[in-house]
């Protein structure tokens, strides 16, 4: 089964506010791992963009639980809002 990778349509908004705010970005084509790989200072996290209404995957989830089973900072994202309050976060 071949599967290519649908991107929400608030992700594009989500990276240029990120990228201008000097956050490294990269776009994640996998099915069950979250759609983006950022880093900024010195810190990795990993974001899964959806929509007002988007909801998980079973296998995102099940992702989400090995995630924060493992202190490992993964975050669902909406908007660009949540995207920055997940760099305040990972500042404190």
């Known amino acids: 089964m071949i599967w290519a990778a649908r991107r929400d349509k608030n992700e594009r908004e989500i ?3 990120l990228i201008s705010r000097g956050v490294t970005v990269y776009q994640v084509s996998s099915r069950d791992l979250p759609d983006l790989l950022i880093m900024s200072g010195g810190r ?14 079973p296998g995102q989830r099940e992702f989400f639980r090995l995630a924060d089973e493992q202190g ?3 975050y669902v994202v909406r908007t ?3 995207a920055l309050d997940v760099l305040k976060l990972g500042a404190t």
């Open 80 to 82: 660009v809002r949540q």
């Open 44 to 57: 990795f996290y990993l974001l899964e963009v959806k929509t007002k209404t988007g909801k998980l995957r």
């Open 72 to 74: 490992a900072p993964a």
């Open 15 to 17: 990276i240029d506010a």
